[in-house]
């Protein structure tokens, strides 16, 4: 039956066609939203007005201030696929994490980037190296580490992209769909107890077994990279056939797992961690990140912890804070999962923009002004519970900016065991002026 | 947690990946199956291959869009046992209808041998479907992706039912039309 075939096609479209229909478009008037009378409307509008009124005196200077001449931006309020952000704790003090952001500061300004990298909607790179890049830059990597290679490839091959490309070409495709179909995710280079793979964007992953796990202590070699990951690929078998990795095996006392490592413990081996593969950051006074949340059934959990550099001004610590950062990784037996590096490409500077402070910040995120992926609206001022500066730098922001990300509890959401759900809400830093569009909550889901 | 969270938990081997997964999706996961299957036993099922399939497939992949991936592979397992158990069905069911409706989409010079990549139909899809405004999009994709029922649509978009299956109604005659012009074969 054709129409099953044109139903199997339609299953393959791009994830952006998937997600965008899976939010609620802000143009559309949703059913279950209550239908206004005229009465409530004019009150809505009247709050809208004093509202609008109120933001416009908040965000006006204080006094003769110069405010620099800058582009404004563009704020993304597509939160991707990052699906609903709560954080699950019995009370926020254990949500702390080591940004070194405090509320008691005087920055004025920060720093806005553009993203070096650009990805599509679904988060693919659709620029960057080309397969041949990839490919020298797979067999390079062996080369440092001294490893032989014994096949080398792309994904998808080289061969099949050249298949398309006739056969796209054959029915007159244009370039741009010829290009959208013929991607090439990364190049890989399989050695002997090693796999190297360069992805589009120049992120670098080796996996290391048993036989070439001490290769990781050469770590540095990979520091030229913006960033790169290291996973151990130490597994063991369970009688129903089902693979786990062990990761690399710690030294007596030292045990690094997702469930149940108490903060103490999870800073200790962060520590062990940081002084046996950290050298190569030139970190001077490292800054410990061990955050954690629960389960819905009440077991902690933390996948992985980082350092920074924390030396520096404020506004030092905190660019590092968010992109420079190295991980480790636990895993359920307790041994060493992974490392990985981030230390991304701030080389695109926009300028220093002037911020506005969280105070005013949360005064616009109960004017609605914010950006979530919570399924409710906010609940209200008395469930504001903890507020810090982070910059969003996902694949689907073009530019690196700073914004007040709030934690808000959500009471509709309290489990029977005593757990809380903090949902995450974002307001724009960057003052509004320099702003091209100010995010209203719409009340959907995004 | 974030979708990075549990994509490392998959890496890492983590038997939690899997609750996490439960726990973030599970809800997306089962309304495109009972979309699809109309049985929640059913439904049941193939979202919980759908968990053992995300876990045979990462690693090697990290999926860019973990929401999509997933909903992704519930919608091909569900359609697969659809078709198994499509002798039992009686007719008049949701896939039935939405099969009957794409028959409108099929080109005529479908009736020559040669076939495409499916890759290549894809692509003229993803095409045809940025040349749609983003109503007509999403509302078709909610259709024919998700296999949401008309009904449902019309509630998710406070439309009333005969405006959906126009809007579904133009759409159709406008991909048949793409398709054609593609010289795309069926």
């Excluded at chain 1, 307790?334 to 500077?349: E, F, M, R, W």
């Excluded at chain 2, 005529?108 to 007509?136: P, Q, R």
Aim: include cysteine; glycine fraction near 6%.
């Amino acid at each position: 039956m054709r129409s099953e075939k044109l139903m199997d096609y339609i299953g393959q479209i791009d994830d952006s066609f998937i997600i965008e229909a899976d939010s609620q478009p802000a143009n559309t008037k949703s059913a279950r939203r209550p239908r206004i009378k005229w009465v409530p409307a004019a009150i809505a509008a009247a709050c809208l007005i004093i509202s609008s009124a109120f933001l416009l005196i908040l965000m006006r200077p204080s006094g003769p201030v110069d405010l620099p001449d800058l582009p404004k931006l563009t704020v993304n309020t597509d939160l991707g696929s990052f699906g609903f952000e709560g954080l699950m704790a019995y009370n926020i003090d254990e949500l702390r994490n080591g940004n070194p952001w405090t509320e008691n500061n005087d920055l004025e300004t920060m720093p806005v980037f553009a993203n070096p990298h650009e990805y599509d909607s679904a988060g693919a790179p659709v620029s960057g190296l080309t397969p041949e890049e990839m490919l020298a830059e797979a067999e390079k990597i062996a080369d440092i580490f001294g490893l032989d290679v014994t096949s080398l490839y792309t994904e998808p091959a080289l061969e099949e992209i050249e298949q398309i490309i006739q056969k796209m070409e054959a029915i007159g495709a244009s370039e741009e769909e010829i290009s959208r179909n013929t991607s090439i995710f990364y190049a890989a280079a399989k050695c002997n107890g090693a796999e190297i793979r360069v992805e589009k964007d120049g992120h670098v992953y080796l996996s290391l077994t048993p036989e070439t796990a001490h290769l990781a202590e050469e770590i540095e070699k990979l520091s030229a990279y913006e960033s790169f990951e290291v996973s151990f690929d130490i597994k063991y078998k369970t009688e129903d056939g089902t693979m786990y990795s062990t990761g690399l095996p710690l030294p007596a006392g030292y045990s690094f797992t997702f469930s149940n490592t108490s903060n103490e413990q999870a800073l200790e081996i962060t520590q062990y961690l940081y002084s046996k593969y950290g050298a190569f950051t030139g970190i001077t006074t490292p800054g410990f990140d061990v955050a954690a949340d629960y389960t819905f059934s009440g077991v902690l959990t933390r996948p992985h912890t980082f350092v920074f550099e924390n030396e520096g001004t404020l506004t030092d610590r905190i660019l590092n804070y968010n992109f420079r950062r190295l991980y480790f990784y636990a895993t359920d037996s307790g041994g060493l999962g992974g490392i990985s590096y981030y230390n991304a490409d701030l080389s695109k500077k926009i300028g220093d923009y002037p911020i506005i402070t969280a105070e005013e910040a949360r005064r616009l995120l109960l004017e609605g002004h914010y950006i979530t992926s919570v399924p409710e609206a906010l609940p209200g001022k008395r469930y504001i519970a903890h507020v810090e500066l982070i910059y969003r730098a996902g694949r689907l922001d073009t530019v690196f900016m700073p914004y007040y990300r709030f934690l808000v509890e959500l009471p509709s959401m309290e489990l029977e065991n005593g757990l809380k759900t903090y949902g995450a809400f974002y307001v724009p830093a960057v003052r509004s002026e320099y702003l091209e569009n100010m995010p209203v909550w719409d009340g959907s889901f995004n | 947690m974030d979708d990075e969270m549990i994509l490392d938990l998959y890496w890492a081997r983590s038997e939690s990946a899997i609750s996490e997964t439960a726990n973030k999706y599970g809800s997306y996961c089962t309304k495109i199956a009972v979309n699809i299957l109309q049985n929640s036993e059913d439904a049941e099922e193939c979202v919980n291959d759908t968990y053992h399939k995300a876990w045979d497939s990462i690693p090697p992949q990290r999926p860019a869009n973990f929401r999509a991936f997933l909903g992704r592979i519930t919608r091909n397992l569900s359609l697969n046992r659809y078709k198994e158990q499509r002798t039992q069905k009686r007719g008049g069911d949701n896939i039935t209808l939405i099969y009957s409706e794409l028959e409108e989409c099929i080109p005529s010079n479908s009736n020559v041998e040669t076939e495409y990549e499916s890759g290549l139909v894809a692509g003229a899809i993803n095409s045809f479907l940025l040349t749609l405004d983003k109503e007509s999009r999403i509302v078709f994709v909610r259709r024919y992706w998700y296999a949401d029922p008309i009904q449902a649509i019309a509630e998710r978009f406070g439309m009333s039912e005969s405006k959906v299956k126009s809007m579904l109604f133009r759409t159709r005659k406008k991909l048949r039309a793409y398709l054609e012009n593609e010289g795309v074969i069926l």
